[in-house]
């Protein structure tokens, strides 16, 4: 008779579903992030893994680094493959498959930046990095090349990137991004806002964050406390589908529009995800019960591994269509497109005229009546106003950003 030896206890395994750990360590932020999936078994503890799942996490290393929050995990449809919130966390390998046309760095920030963690394109307004992890590795992430916690921002950095913005007064608005900036401490941050807040031409602040979407509990009363120091302050957040709109993201949002915080989204378009008129229409509407106003709607851009998620422009234009008119207006983001290489953003309007010249214009309205507008008489459009209400006010310096920003600073 063969004996078996007694085998010695496996390790447990770390508490990473809802139920397995106390309410309040759910709820705890720091605990979220401190237990993000990272790794196969993890996430084979919540959802049974398909074929292409299991595929592209093996494939990730050479990727994208994968991750995401217990919470936003336990978002997931354990029996579904095609589930939103799988698809936009769990790599499939798809991603390995790279067009010639895919680039590292399709905003073309990378020759954008005048100084460390900034990035200046446009002329009144920069884009400042200042963390480099998030709450959830996106499939789709644009800036999968600079993001994942390998080569954060310094403390000299963030410095010579507000110097940058101190010498240059042409700068009224910083988005700070990364990364995801409400992943550093309540303290650091409020700091940051600090610092920005004295320089004096900077008129607005924005945050762009998908905290909200993958942790709401990042939104914590001293957390809101610290923001609403530094207003006028914006947070642009990243809803993708309405699955992610949970009681307890909303709430987050609430918590930051009832401190005077206006909330806006940003929706990528995501080919398979989101890409139908039901499912924007929900999300879009379910956005705006939550205070939150949709903002834009990005066409995918041309990262590297991405050419799976996107949609073509066409379907992209004519799911715009379902939405313009068939809901408040309020509820519908602007469709854009960001130009390769860094220039720009670019409406994607589908044309509602048909004809149009000094006499009249030829409309199709969203229901596709054809209907005829009466231009006006005078075409005249100076405002004589302007000469008193600007007098002694330069005009804006419209140069392009960065390029041009050492001559201005
Ligand atoms: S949260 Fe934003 S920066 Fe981070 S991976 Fe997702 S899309 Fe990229």
Known sequence: MVRHLPLAPLAPAAPLRRGDVPEAQWNDWRWQLGHMLTKVDELAR????????????????????????????SLMDPDHASCP?????????????????????????????????????????????????????????????????????????????????????????VLLSGGDPLLLSTRRLDHLLGRLRAIPHVETIRIGTRLPVVCPMRIDDELVAALRKHHPLFINTHFNHIKELTPEARAGCERLVDAGIPVGNQTVLLRGINSSVRSLRA?????????????????????????????????????????????????????????????????????????????????RTYRGTRVEYPQPRDRDCTVPYDEIQFAGTPPDDDREGSAEAAGSS
């Open 283 to 363: 999300l879009m509407r379910g956005l705006l019960r939550s205070r939150v106003r949709p903002y834009y709607l990005f066409q995918g851009d041309t990262v590297i591994g991405t050419d799976h998620l996107r949609t073509p422009v066409e379907a992209a234009m004519e799911l715009y269509r379902g939405l313009r008119g068939w809901m408040n207006s309020m509820a519908v983001p602007m469709l854009v497109l960001d130009a390769p290489g860094g220039h720009g953003k670019v409406p994607l309007i589908p044309s509602y005229i048909e004809s149009l010249d000094d006499e009249r214009v030829i409309v």
């Open 85 to 173: 919130i799988r698809l936009q966390a769990i790599p499939r390998a798809l991603e390995a498959d790279i067009r010639d046309e895919e680039l590292r760095d399709p905003l073309g920030e990378d020759s954008h930046m005048p100084a460390p963690s900034i990035v200046h394109k446009y002329p009144d307004r920069v884009l400042f990095l200042v963390v480099d992890r998030c709450g959830i590795y996106c499939r789709h992430c644009n800036r999968r090349r600079l993001v994942g916690g390998d080569e954060p921002p310094t403390t000299a950095d963030l410095d010579a990137g507000l110097a940058y913005i101190a010498r240059t007064p042409r700068i009224r608005d």
């Open 46 to 73: 919540v959802v049974d893994l398909s074929a292409a799942e299991r595929e592209g996490l093996a494939a990730s290393a050479a990727l994208f680094r994968v991750g995401l929050t217990p919470y936003y995990a």
